[in-house]
Structures are given as C-alpha cells and as structure tokens.
Nanobody, 123 residues
Framework: QLQLVESGGGLVQPGGSLRLSCAASGFTLAYNTIGWFRQAPGKEREGVSC????????VYTDSVKGRFTISRDNAKNTVFLQMNSLKPEDTGIYYC????????????????WGQGTQVTVSS
C-alpha cells in the first residue's frame, strides 16, 4: 500500500521552529519529487516547497523563502521541512505529496498525498 505519513506538527509561538517529516511506505520515495503544501482555514491549499528526486533542485513559495528549508534523506525514505521564524500566517494543515514529474508547486501534478499534520503558530 502506497502511503505518505507526515509528522512533527504542533503548537509553537511566533518566531519558533518546527521540523516536519514525510515518511513513505510502499514505494521508493527516491524516485519522486516531494512537495509540501498547506491549507489554512477558509483558504485554498497552497504550495510551500518541493524538492526534486535527486535533491538538487528546490522550490519555495515567496512567503517562506529564507525561513523554510526542504531536504531529503533517500536512504531513510524521508523528506523534511525545517521551518524557522514561524509566523501566525504559517498556521494550517501541512501535507506532503509525491509525483514522478519534475519539481513544481502545482498541486494538480501530485499523485500521492499524506493525511496532513497541523501546525499552529500562536502566542
């Protein structure tokens, strides 16, 4: 069974940090571009970041550049999203997703999706 599982979400104060993990089972994550998406209440899902299968190419949405870092450990079949200097507007459910296509923040290009992990940034 193909599955992506996110973890690492939680409640953090503004300016704090969280590290999200996306673990794959049932398929080899190393062959896939992996993206992180988020959805805030009442808003559409947006692409946050993605990383190519070989880890050499990354994309970030403008609002997280300089604060978030995506990385991958193909030996562990896991992708990470390090989130620093968190802001209240970063609050939402964060999903990881996989595609065999090139790196893109277009959610329609992704075939495999996790169930999401909640990130809440609040004082």
């Amino acid at each position: 069974q193909l599955q992506l599982v996110e973890s690492g979400g939680g409640l953090v104060q503004p300016g704090g940090s969280l590290r999200l993990s996306c673990a794959a089972s049932g398929f080899t994550l190393a062959y896939n571009t992996i993206g992180w998406f988020r959805q805030a209440p009442g808003k559409e899902r947006e692409g946050v970041s993605c990383i190519s299968a070989d880890g050499l190419y990354t994309v970030y949405t403008d609002s997280v550049k300089g604060r978030f870092t995506i990385s991958r450990d193909n030996a562990k079949n896991t992708v990470f999203l390090q989130m620093n200097s968190l802001k209240p507007e970063d609050t939402g459910i964060y999903y990881c997703a996989g595609t065999g296509l090139l790196a893109t923040l277009n959610s329609g290009s992704y075939k495999y999706w996790g169930q999401g992990t909640q990130v809440t940034v609040s004082s």
